[in-house]
């Protein structure tokens, strides 16, 4: 803390607002619940911001990768996934600084049933030679 840092201003959770249990985020140096150990083993919750911004942003895997500059504008990260699924990492409310133009991209169809899935929000099954198949259309059952 120095002088010329502003008083009173509490250190908050950049994703919720909460300020108690904060630790800084190895990949942007942002203040975020230490939240983690609240987590249930494989129940998939998305209740933690810690975990969220780990799991979830296009951020944390740049900062993993040791991709070099800023993850806004590497490319490595534009190619390590599908466009809608990296447009989904880069906008979600679990980054601090969203991409401010995602590109666009093909919506995802049903290869059954032909209805666009929004893979960020519901399951869908990848069926080899067929592609994406919807929740409703799946074969296995989705979890
Ligand atoms: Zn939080
Ligand atoms: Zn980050
Ligand atoms: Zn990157
Ligand atoms: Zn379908």
């Given at each position: 803390?120095?002088?010329?840092?502003?008083?009173?201003?509490?250190?908050?959770?950049?994703?919720?607002g909460?300020?108690?249990?904060?630790?800084?985020?190895?990949?942007?140096?942002?203040?975020?619940?230490?939240?983690?150990?609240q987590?249930?083993?494989?129940?998939?919750?998305?209740?933690?911001?810690?975990?969220?911004?780990?799991?979830?942003?296009?951020?944390?895997f740049?900062?993993?990768?040791?991709?070099?500059g800023?993850?806004?504008?590497?490319?490595?990260?534009?190619?390590s996934?599908?466009?809608?699924?990296?447009v989904?990492?880069?906008t979600?409310?679990?980054?601090?600084?969203?991409?401010?133009?995602?590109?666009?991209?093909?919506?995802?169809?049903?290869?059954?049933?032909?209805?666009?899935?929004?893979?960020a929000?519901?399951?869908?099954?990848?069926?080899?030679?067929?592609?994406?198949?919807?929740?409703?259309?799946?074969p296995?059952?989705?979890?």
């Open positions: 803390m120095t002088k010329t840092q502003q008083k009173d201003t509490k250190p908050k959770c950049g994703l919720c909460k300020s108690k249990k904060l630790i800084k985020t190895d990949c942007c140096n942002n203040w975020i619940c230490n939240d983690n150990d987590y249930v083993l494989f129940s998939y919750a998305r209740n933690s911001c810690w975990r969220n911004h780990d799991r979830y942003t296009v951020c944390s740049h900062h993993q990768n040791e991709h070099k800023k993850w806004l504008d590497c490319k490595k990260c534009l190619n996934f599908d466009t809608e699924d990296y989904d990492m880069a979600n409310e679990y980054n601090f600084e969203k991409l401010k133009n995602p590109p666009s991209f093909e919506p995802t169809l049903c290869a059954e049933c032909g209805r666009v899935i929004v893979r929000e519901e399951g869908f099954t990848m069926v080899p030679k067929k592609g994406y198949v919807c929740e409703d259309c799946s296995i059952p989705y979890y």
